[in-house]
């Protein structure tokens, strides 16, 4: 094993062993990539939590932010661009309503249709928070170089890519 085996290295090192029947490396890239999911989401929601958000109103706030002026988009757009179903992007709106955060309002082609705007306390919530998230991302990337960062930029989107959808 590598001097700087982690636990992922144990693991795979165990299977070998265990079952050599089998080819365990994929292990090496799906088991790191779960481990630092689970240890930047904590990390990520550290952020989020000092602005009263949870991961998803930060990701609806954010979405309505860089959409520009007017920042606001109906409910099926939020829904397409957050990923979400109708239902959390209600649900989100709901609660980012009461908080002053967003208005909402019947579309004017269609009286059915939503509107979700940011209120001007939302975008300024969203703009402290936007810049602390890429301040901490910054730092916790901060290990590799900027050639490290763009050659995994590159190999995360091809196995993105790669992927299927369901």
Same mark, same amino acid.
């Given at each position: ?95 980012? &309503?009461?908080?002053? !955060?967003?208005?909402?309002? %019947?579309? @004017?082609?269609? $009286?059915?249709?939503? /509107?979700? +705007? ?18 901490? &991302?910054?730092?916790? !990337?901060?290990?590799?170089? %900027?050639? @490290?960062?763009? $050659?995994?930029?590159? /190999?995360? +989107? ?9």
């Amino acid at each position: 094993m590598p001097e700087d085996a982690d636990g992922v290295d144990r693991i795979v090192s165990q299977w070998r062993r265990e079952r050599p029947d089998l080819d365990p490396s994929p292990m090496h890239v799906v088991g790191r990539i779960t481990r630092l999911h689970w240890t930047l989401d904590e990390l990520l929601y550290r952020v989020f939590d000092r602005y009263g958000l949870s991961r998803g109103e930060f990701d609806m706030l954010a979405t309505l932010r860089r959409s520009g002026p007017p920042f606001e988009l109906t409910a099926g757009e939020l829904s397409a661009r957050t990923m979400v179903t109708s239902g959390a992007v209600t649900k989100r709106a709901d609660r980012m &309503e009461r908080a002053g !955060l967003v208005s909402r309002r %019947a579309a @004017e082609a269609d $009286a059915r249709g939503r /509107l979700v +705007r940011l209120t001007d306390e939302g975008r300024e919530l969203i703009d402290q928070a936007v810049g602390e998230h890429v301040e901490n &991302e910054t730092r916790l !990337l901060a290990g590799l170089t %900027a050639d @490290e960062r763009s $050659a995994l930029t590159d /190999l995360l +989107r091809k196995l993105g890519q790669t992927l299927p959808d369901d």
